[in-house]
């Protein structure tokens, strides 16, 4: 049926929600970025070593995906972690000091970059290996599930257990389909489909790349695609779906569009895309367009049949001046702390966390021990 | 330093097959912590596939004794991330040799995961299975995985070469804060022993001394060690007397008992069932070199599987694996005698 030309659809979910929770995501995702670009500025320093790959682009998905479920849900991801992590709540500082190397940073600087872990956020890492957390990933959803159904405690769960485009590709995430949904195990899997892994297009490296719901099909499993630059659109589509998933207890598959604007780590000279393609998806860029909103600005694109929110130009200029400021001086507070942070000292932490229960003769060099109490605990 | 006394026997009369007493291991330590569930191919309603779980499923149930496809990669993972949510899953490869699939969980995932983190997750998990080769299945299915496993921290390591340590290590296994492979073999499974009814454990990094003698320390882990046994009483016939030292676990390696054992006899032979090169016994023998060099009175010897892919045909697969024959000849070599 076509709606008559003067009806007003039905509002969003996202438009329901008070304007406090809208600006946190704009601000969630500015601190995002600003981080990500501290973090590169730092890297080419050589502040910060090894690999490293920043999240500028892809704000909304994190962030828009997590706030649609609880605090104890367990969340899961790859290499590309930094932007979940902040997302969950991990302290800019936290997460900057380990990628410092430092004994304040949230692995105690033992796993860097690619390996951002927050126990009292529920935050089970940041993977190296691409695809290797898929399998986890099956595993605390498993987990949360046995622990209601076994143990008679806790309450329904969901798993949300992101991965890279390439990741589409790795055999321990097939599966980890069909393991989730063998065991109906509420694991939602969430593609953030960048369009490339590495310099590798996803037509080039994956098949059926134009329709991945076949992929979900093919394991029994629910399936949506969302548009990954808007945060709007991601919550308005991600928490019905991942609501119902958490209800029935069963695994999901989510292509979320979205686009790195940096290349794949810090050394990639990006012959593979052209600067218009780059600068085509900045023009959607999940930033500007919910800060439209939130400043109601003249020159937002949105379809007039959709009624306005509540929150709609709720937020002033000198407002949101004011956010630029301060998530500003939080990068740089953060950045500060992880340059005056101790390193860690190897003859006190280099035979520490290697075992919960050492015992001797583990090592013919030497004996393992219990080490500092990581910083987040 | 480690005080060596021989092993007394189990005081008990109640003989079981080394099946049994893993099964019982699992069954009591599930009885009393339900976060313990068992995984693995054919584990649940077939019975097992080497009926270690016979009877399991009746008792514990579908939700604890969980059949999985054949998926080592993806079940191995799914245990270890349900072992960082708090749960304590025992994981079963039906043969360790199919766990060369789900190297990378179990090798980056399971064993690193504490360090990774920063001490924030550890990972309590028991993968099990049998290792080594069995009766001529060939290349691909008769692994002796410990050489390549035990090279990598995080991870500990127990063999068994009996029922009775079959049961008590496993218990330990289970209740450990870290990942442990426990390796079995498919040619000890209908092994009987004396095994308590009761509750009792064997602890981690404790060597056995299995017979005593002053002229060699025979040093071996798993099924091996039986082969020491009938070594050592063929030997005592020529009147050469071996102390057999059963390792029991690879990680941690109960180097100290070793050691005591050499400052008596001067003479050492190590017999591992993997491959020579960078194997248990080169480790073994590295650690003896650089612990109680002084103490030696002849080059360290070891009795190892060959150095070549393992063979089918019965007398190649015969040939090629550690036997009484081999230890009884290097056991001679090294107190000099023809």
Redesign the interface.
């Known amino acids: 049926m076509t709606p008559a030309p003067n009806a007003k659809a039905a509002p969003r979910l996202s438009d329901t929600l008070p304007a406090s929770t809208v600006t946190k995501w704009l601000r969630d995702m500015m601190l995002i970025r600003e981080f990500e670009l501290r973090t590169m500025a730092a890297y080419q320093q050589a502040k910060i070593g090894g690999f490293c790959h920043v999240y500028i682009g892809q704000e909304a998905t994190a962030v828009g995906t997590i706030a649609a479920v609880n605090h104890d849900d367990?969340v899961?991801t790859a290499y590309r972690d930094h932007g979940h992590a902040l997302a969950r709540g991990m302290s800019s500082r936290a997460c900057m000091a380990e990628m410092y190397g430092k004994t304040t940073?949230?692995?105690?600087?033992?796993?860097g970059s690619m390996?951002m872990?927050?126990?009292p956020n529920h935050l089970?890492?940041g993977?190296g290996?691409v695809g290797?957390q898929?399998?986890?990933?099956?595993?605390?959803?498993?987990?949360?599930r046995?622990?209601w159904?076994?143990?008679n405690k806790g309450s329904k769960k969901v798993c949300l257990c992101y991965l890279g485009d390439g990741a589409l590709n790795q055999?321990?995430f097939h599966?980890?389909l069909?393991?989730a949904g063998?065991?109906d195990?509420p694991v939602i899997y969430i593609v953030e489909n960048n369009g490339y892994s590495m310099g590798t297009s996803i037509e080039r490296g994956t098949t059926m790349a134009h329709d991945l719901s076949v992929k979900a099909a093919a394991y029994g499993i629910d399936f949506i695609e969302i548009d990954g630059m808007d945060v709007c659109t991601i919550y308005d589509r991600f928490k019905p779906f991942a609501d119902d998933l958490r209800e029935r207890q069963r695994p999901g598959f989510v292509d979320l569009k979205t686009y790195r604007y940096q290349g794949h780590s810090m050394s990639d000279p990006q012959k593979y895309r052209t600067k218009e393609e780059v600068a085509d998806w900045q023009q959607r860029d999940s930033i500007d367009r919910l800060a439209h909103l939130l400043l109601h600005r003249s020159d937002e694109p949105r379809a007039a049949a959709i009624a306005p929110s509540p929150w709609h130009g709720s937020l002033s200029e000198d407002a949101y001046k004011q956010m630029q400021k301060e998530i500003r001086e939080e990068v740089r507070d953060a950045i500060d702390f992880a340059e005056k942070s101790d390193s860690p000292d190897p003859a006190a932490e280099l035979y520490?966390?290697?075992?919960?229960?050492p015992?001797?003769?583990?090592?013919?060099l030497r004996e393992y021990h219990h080490?500092a109490?990581?910083p987040?605990? | 330093m480690a005080s060596l006394t021989l092993e007394p026997p189990p005081a008990t009369d109640r003989k079981i097959a080394f099946r049994e007493a893993l099964r019982e291991a699992m069954s009591e330590e599930m009885r009393s912590d339900?976060?313990i569930?068992l995984m693995g191919e054919e584990v649940a309603q077939y019975n097992g596939a080497y009926k270690v779980s016979q009877g399991m499923l009746d008792e514990f149930g579908p939700?604890?004794i969980?059949d999985?496809?054949i998926?080592e990669?993806?079940?191995?993972?799914?245990?270890?991330?349900?072992?960082?949510?708090?749960?304590r899953p025992i994981i079963e490869f039906m043969s360790w040799s199919f766990s060369l699939v789900a190297a990378?969980?179990i090798l980056?995932?399971a064993a690193k995961?504490?360090?990774?983190?920063?001490?924030?997750?550890?990972c309590?998990i028991v993968f099990r299975g049998n290792d080594g080769a069995g009766g001529q299945l060939g290349s691909t299915h008769s692994w002796s995985v410990e050489a390549l496993y035990a090279n990598v921290?995080?991870l500990?390591i127990a063999i068994p070469s009996n029922p009775y340590d079959a049961k008590g290590l496993l218990k330990t296994a289970i209740r450990?804060?870290?990942p442990v492979f426990f390796l079995e073999s498919e040619r000890m499974l209908g092994d009987t022993g004396l095994v308590p009814a009761g509750e009792y454990t064997v602890p981690?990094?404790q060597a056995a001394l299995r017979r005593e003698g002053d002229d060699c320390t025979l040093v071996s882990f798993g099924r091996p060690v039986n082969f020491c046994l009938e070594a050592a009483d063929e030997l005592a016939n020529e009147d050469i007397h071996c102390d057999v030292l059963d390792m029991r676990t690879i990680?941690?390696?109960?180097?100290?008992s070793i050691v005591a054992s050499i400052q008596k006899t001067g003479r050492i032979v190590v017999v591992d069932q993997s491959w020579p090169f960078a194997g248990i016994a080169s480790?073994v023998i590295?650690?003896v070199c650089?612990r109680c060099f002084d103490y030696l009175d002849h080059q360290p010897v070891r009795v190892t599987s060959d150095d070549v892919p393992t063979p089918y045909a019965k007398p190649l697969e015969q040939a090629y694996l550690p036997h009484k024959g081999k230890i009884v000849e290097a056991v001679k070599r090294v107190v000099g005698v023809e």
């Open positions: 367990p899961i940073g949230c692995a105690k600087g033992k796993g390996h872990f927050d126990k089970y890492g993977h290996i290797a898929t399998g986890l990933g099956v595993g605390l959803a498993f987990a949360s046995y622990e159904e076994v143990l055999g321990v599966e980890s069909n393991l063998l065991y195990a520490t966390d290697v075992y919960a229960n015992q001797p003769n583990l090592s013919p080490g109490k990581n987040l605990l | 339900p976060r569930f939700k604890r969980i999985a496809p998926s990669n993806g079940f191995a993972g799914l245990g270890i991330g349900a072992a960082m949510y708090g749960l990378d969980q980056n995932n995961m504490l360090y990774m983190s920063g001490g924030q997750w550890g309590p921290p995080g500990k450990d804060e870290d981690f990094g990680r941690p390696l109960d180097v100290d480790e590295a650690q650089e």
